[in-house]
């Protein structure tokens, strides 16, 4: 025991195994050797991530407009965000999954400092449960109105149970690895002493390039959207009898 302990305390061991996954694979698991473990245990951290088709995509659509007053910035921005709302609706997407993100009214002013106007942005979150829409979504956002897009993220609405598959086999990967490491002291691992969740479950993030400032509606007739893969990983410190 003493021997493993001075070699950990010298050396990190890292084991990690990446791959192409389905779903139901880990493409990355991480252990490392603890020396800091009590006496008679062996603590090893074990990380999985599974990879997946995201079938889920959020969208920040947004609406930006100018005015003398207030007013007026208000009006033609109502006129604008209302307008994007009817159209996203009739494609189909109910208005619980349409959501207001903000709402901003901004003076502007010219060079000399002088007040020249009003600037009001509404920014809406719109969740789309059937991927193959999410373009239609956006083009019919830029005809109705909408002069802004933001954030893109792609979801799996099983997340959880990806989490928790991600999660017993990060637990699975820990044995096997502390497993290994015993063996090099002629050791064996004994029960779990004790499992700590040190994650959550995380999706990959899209942004959209940036688009200068211009008008949207100079953009490609039809917007491409593509999904590619998301991941949901999962990470736990497990301590582990060691006889």
């Known amino acids: 025991m003493n021997k493993l302990i001075t070699a950990a305390m010298a050396l990190v061991l890292v084991f990690s195994l990446t791959a192409c996954a389905a779903p139901d694979t880990p493409v990355e698991t991480t252990v490392n050797l603890n020396p800091a473990a009590e006496p008679g245990t062996i603590t090893v951290s074990g990380k999985a991530e599974i990879e997946a ?17 207030p007013g007026v910035a208000r009006d033609r921005n109502n006129e604008a ?25 901004n003076t502007q002013h010219d060079y000399s400092g ?10 809406l979150n719109v969740t789309i449960r059937e991927m193959e829409k999410a373009a239609d979504v956006i083009d019919a956002s830029i005809n109705a109105g909408s002069n802004d897009l933001g954030r893109v993220e792609y979801l799996v609405s099983n997340r959880d149970e990806l989490y ?3 999660l017993t086999q990060a637990v699975k990967l820990a044995r096997e690895k502390a497993e ?16 700590t969740e040190t994650s959550d479950a995380v999706a990959t993030l899209f942004e959209n390039p940036d688009t200068g400032g211009g008008d949207l509606r100079d ?22 009898e060691l006889k």
């Open 219 to 240: 953009l490609a007739k039809s917007t491409v959207i593509q999904a590619g893969r998301t991941s949901v990983s999962a990470e736990v410190s497990v301590v582990f």
């Open 53 to 69: 088709t995201p079938d889920v995509v959020q969208i920040r659509i947004g609406v930006e407009t100018q005015g003398r007053t």
């Open 164 to 166: 928790n598959a991600s």
């Open 81 to 105: 965000v209302n307008a994007t709302m009817a159209a996203i609706t009739e494609l189909g997407i109910p208005e619980e999954d349409i959501q207001t993100g903000s709402i901003n009214l």
């Open 180 to 195: 290994a490491l015993a063996a090099l002291e002629g050791k064996t691992v004994g029960e779990v002493k004790s499992i």
């Open 114 to 123: 002088n007040l020249s106007g009003y600037q009001m942005s509404t920014a």
